[in-house]
Every structure is written in structure tokens, then in C-alpha cells.
């Protein structure tokens, strides 16, 4: 797996750890939680514009947001 395709995943990851976090068994979720994963999210976006650059990283990062929070 390309380091590329590696940090898209864990952006995935952490997007659906935080759509379960704002829904379902865990509606109580508190802000440090989720602020924690849009923590992550950027540091993983960080490490994704140091490969391919910041347009594409956040361009990357979003879409995947969109996919799994909607």
C-alpha cells in the first residue's frame, strides 16, 4: 500500500470514528473527543501535503469528510 494510499485510510478511519462519535450509541459524545479527531485529521493532512501538496491534501481531506459524515 502506497504511503499515499496509507494516510488516505487513516483519514477514513478517524472521519468514521467521528460519525460514530456524533451519532448512534455514542450521541454523548464530548467536544474533547471529537475535537481529538479533528486533531488527527489534520495532523494526518499535514503529513498527506508533505507528499502531494496543501491543495490536494485538503481537497483529499474533504472529500473523504463528505463521504463519511455527509
Do not use: P
Not at 20 to 45: E, L, P, V
Request: hydrophobic share 45%; aromatic share 4%.
Amino acid at each position: 500500500m502506497s504511503e499515499i494510499a496509507l494516510l488516505r485510510r487513516k483519514i477514513e478511519m478517524e472521519c468514521e470514528a467521528m460519525r460514530q462519535a456524533m451519532s448512534g450509541f455514542k450521541i454523548t459524545a464530548s467536544h474533547d473527543i471529537i475535537n481529538h479527531q479533528y486533531t488527527s485529521i489534520g495532523d494526518i493532512q499535514a503529513q498527506l501535503a508533505a507528499i502531494v501538496g496543501e491543495q490536494e491534501a485538503a481537497q483529499i481531506t474533504v472529500e473523504i469528510y463528505i463521504q463519511a459524515i455527509g
